[in-house]
């Protein structure tokens, strides 16, 4: 059986030149290719796709990971692979918390998005290798960056504790607990609560819920 991709991507050209990538490949079955993310979700209700290809930024508004969490959130959702241009760790983070089975750059081999394409399918992880790495590099920066204090803050986060919370539990004010949020966000290379739990998932520095 072909896994059936739908394309999500504002430049006419990269849509025009994924298509002809996949049809080389008798596996792969473009079922559409669109340039917002509304019609993203309109089309993976129409078509059900196995596999979105999704873009991050659309006309200079990063709208992809937004996308991503919407039709990760639908029922029985294909999954959603990224191909951006952008790879700063916050991006990444943001994607991968978003549902995101894959991080690959345009730059990227076409075999290795065809291979990503087939793996996604199959409810794999595939990341291009420069965004492994620096996921890898987070994993070890946050074991080595992050003090014990700090771990415990965010291990209260991702249990879903609010500062008022945090502070009870820890005998702490809130103005601590705030304190030491502003410093494990740019540990983590992120810039919110929820992203800081992802990283921190994603780098196995605190459990997975």
């Known amino acids: 059986m072909s896994v ?101 750059l345009k730059d990227a081999a076409p075999d290795d998005i065809t291979g990503a394409v087939h793996a996604a399918a199959a409810g794999q992880t595939a990341l291009a290798p420069a965004v492994a790495t620096r996921l890898f590099a987070r994993m070890q920066q946050a074991h080595s960056s992050l003090s014990a204090r700090e771990l415990e803050v965010l291990e209260l986060v991702a249990d879903g504790c609010s500062n008022t919370d945090i502070a009870h539990r820890l005998h702490l004010s809130e103005t601590t607990v705030k304190s030491h949020l502003a410093h494990i966000y740019p540990k983590l290379g992120v810039n919110s609560r929820t992203a800081a739990v992802a990283a921190a998932r994603e780098a196995g520095v605190i459990g997975r819920s």
């Open 4 to 104: 059936r991709v739908l394309i999500v991507d504002d430049h006419p050209l990269m849509r025009t030149g994924l298509t002809a990538l996949f049809d080389t490949d008798p596996t792969i079955e473009v079922v559409g290719a669109v340039g917002t993310t509304q019609q993203g979700l309109v089309e993976v209700g129409r078509t059900n796709p196995d596999v979105v290809l999704m873009d991050l930024q659309f006309n200079r508004v990063f709208e992809g990971a937004q996308a991503t969490r919407d039709i990760r959130a639908l029922p029985n959702p294909p999954a959603v692979l990224i191909l951006t241009n952008f790879d700063t760790d916050a991006d990444i983070v943001t994607a991968i918390e978003a549902g995101a089975a894959g991080y690959l």
